[in-house]
């Protein structure tokens, strides 16, 4: 059965430092996302993805996030300058189709990002 | 806005106990609800969803949600657990709009089973 992957599965950064998330959607999915979810809190949206551009965002993702779809397959998350409180794990997901109400998405495994 | 409440942090049960975990969303137009299980170093799975239809709907290894509106409930049971159902629980809604979805998750249940 196809999967979202996500790597790394672990990252420890400095404060300050650029960090790139990479996720891998199902191959026929069209649709991405990111989630976050802080130690000992809710899993929250981040960022909708589609036809190469940013379809919605949380007011979490400000001008430190960006998204990107470099070439077919890899999906990525790029923090700029990593803050303590970005420290938190990290989900991919992706959707076959959107726009209707009747959509799933399928999520990563996660990267638990450790900012120091 | 939207938002999801579950009411149980933390259940411990033993094996073959019954299980209910609660799940109340806040939203008045129309919802899709869903419960992912994350296991232990595992990635969140989709248990099982409703859209419409049956409000009685069952997933994957045994669990089933019961949709009641009036209640704006979801609560999700299965009827004997077992020592692999250890893991946390996530109810999630989908907020539509603008032709865009997102989930709106719960905190989380985390759900421990004891031989």
């Known amino acids: 059965e196809p999967e979202v992957t996500q790597t790394p599965s672990h990252q420890v950064t400095q404060m300050g430092q650029e960090v790139i998330l990479r996720c891998v959607p199902i191959?026929?999915?069209?649709?991405f996302y990111w989630y976050r979810q802080i130690l000992g809190q809710k899993v929250e949206f981040l960022v909708s993805f589609y036809n190469n551009e940013i379809s919605e965002k949380s007011e979490i993702f400000d001008d430190q996030f960006s998204v990107e779809r470099p070439d077919g397959s890899n999906f990525t998350l790029k923090i700029r300058s990593t803050k303590l409180e970005d420290s938190a794990m990290y989900f991919c997901?992706?959707?076959?189709?959107?726009?209707?109400?009747?959509?799933?998405?399928?999520f990563g495994p996660g990267t638990r990002l450790l900012v120091l | 806005a939207q938002s999801v409440s579950q009411h149980n942090h933390h259940v411990i049960l033993s094996e073959a106990a019954s299980l209910e975990l609660g799940c109340n969303y806040s939203y008045g137009g129309t919802v899709n609800l869903f419960w992912y299980v994350q296991y232990p170093g595992q990635h969140l799975q989709l248990l099982l969803k409703?859209?419409?239809?049956?409000?009685l709907v069952k997933g994957i290894k045994g669990f089933e949600a019961e949709f009641i509106k009036s209640k704006f409930s979801f609560n999700l049971r299965k009827p004997s657990v077992q020592w692999s159902d250890t893991a946390e629980y996530f109810c999630a809604v989908t907020s539509f709009s603008g032709g865009y979805n997102k989930l709106i998750f719960g905190a989380g249940t985390r759900l421990a089973v004891h031989p």
């Open positions: 409703y859209f419409s239809g049956d409000p």
């Open positions: 997901a992706s959707s076959e189709s959107q726009g209707a109400l009747q959509e799933t998405q399928y």
């Open positions: 191959s026929n999915h069209l649709y």
